[in-house]
């Protein structure tokens, strides 16, 4: 299973960008697929959320109505909207899913998710 995603730029306060995740293998049998994010000296933080079978998604205060999660299965893709874009948005972006169907972990939570793409840098200018 390998996630690979892409997107990710500079941009300017109050633009938009879509970052994409790219799934191979098992993935889109996943119980769930999430966007987590890392700014520099800080934990890793979850952004957004999916669960495939019900469709709910799921979004951090500070991204809410801002961000769209989604999913295109004929691509075995997920997307992440980004509007509205803050200079505090500046991260390294990542996509995660759970395949084992982790359920007695949040979706929230970082150690739910069994794999992970490698990242891809936002950065929101002021």
């Known amino acids: 299973v390998q996630l690979q995603a892409s997107g990710g730029g500079l941009v300017q306060a109050g633009g938009s960008l879509r970052l994409s995740c790219a799934a191979s293998?098992?993935?889109?049998?996943?119980?769930?697929l999430g966007w987590f994010r890392q700014a520099p000296g800080k934990e890793r933080e979850f952004v957004a959320g999916?669960?495939?079978?019900?469709?709910?998604?799921y979004y951090a205060e500070s991204v809410k109505g801002r961000f769209t999660i989604s999913t295109d299965n004929a691509k075995n893709t997920v997307y992440l909207q980004m509007d509205s874009l803050k200079p505090e948005d500046t991260a390294v972006y990542y996509c995660a899913a759970d395949i084992r169907n982790n359920y007695h972990y949040s979706i929230t939570d970082v150690i739910k998710y069994d794999y992970w793409g490698q990242g891809t840098q936002v950065t929101v200018s002021s």
């Open positions: 293998g098992r993935t889109f049998s996943s119980y769930a």
């Open positions: 999916i669960r495939r079978r019900i469709g709910a998604t």
